[in-house]
């Protein structure tokens, strides 16, 4: 069981990145995935999640220009991230647990992590 997070970059204010999670061993029909992040001296934190129900959550933070989705199969799912601003900077991390929390949950809620992905905005 393993994810593999891709995708990440340096991209400029107001600019898209699209950051994909592959997961390896399983399908996330019976599991919640998230999108966590965590910038530099700062705690790791929740970004979006989309459950087995079919249910999505985001942070505020990123409501609006982030969405999540996952492909046919259930076995990537996707974070397209748009309008991107400097405080989005940080490693992003996908995880995935066989139970739901409710809610975005926290990183403790989360059983199974990928090695994480930079993503930087700046000018």
């Known amino acids: 069981v393993s994810l593999v997070e891709s995708g990440g970059g340096l991209v400029q204010p107001g600019g898209s990145l699209r950051l994909t999670c592959a997961a390896y061993?399983?399908?996330?029909?019976?599991?919640?995935i998230g999108w966590f992040r965590q910038a530099p001296e700062k705690e790791r934190e929740g970004v979006s999640c989309?459950?087995?129900?079919?249910?999505?959550y985001y942070a505020d933070s990123v409501k609006g220009r982030f969405t999540i989705s996952t492909d046919n199969a259930k076995t990537t799912v996707y974070l397209q991230m748009d309008n991107l601003k400097p405080e989005d900077t940080g490693v992003y991390y996908c995880?995935?647990?066989?139970?739901?929390?409710?809610?975005?949950?926290?990183?403790?809620?989360?059983?199974?992590w990928g090695q994480g992905i930079q993503v930087t905005v700046s000018s």
């Open positions: 995880a995935a647990d066989e139970s739901w929390a409710g809610g975005l949950g926290n990183q403790w809620d989360y059983t199974y």
């Open positions: 061993g399983f399908t996330l029909d019976y599991h919640v």
């Open positions: 989309y459950t087995s129900h079919n249910r999505i």
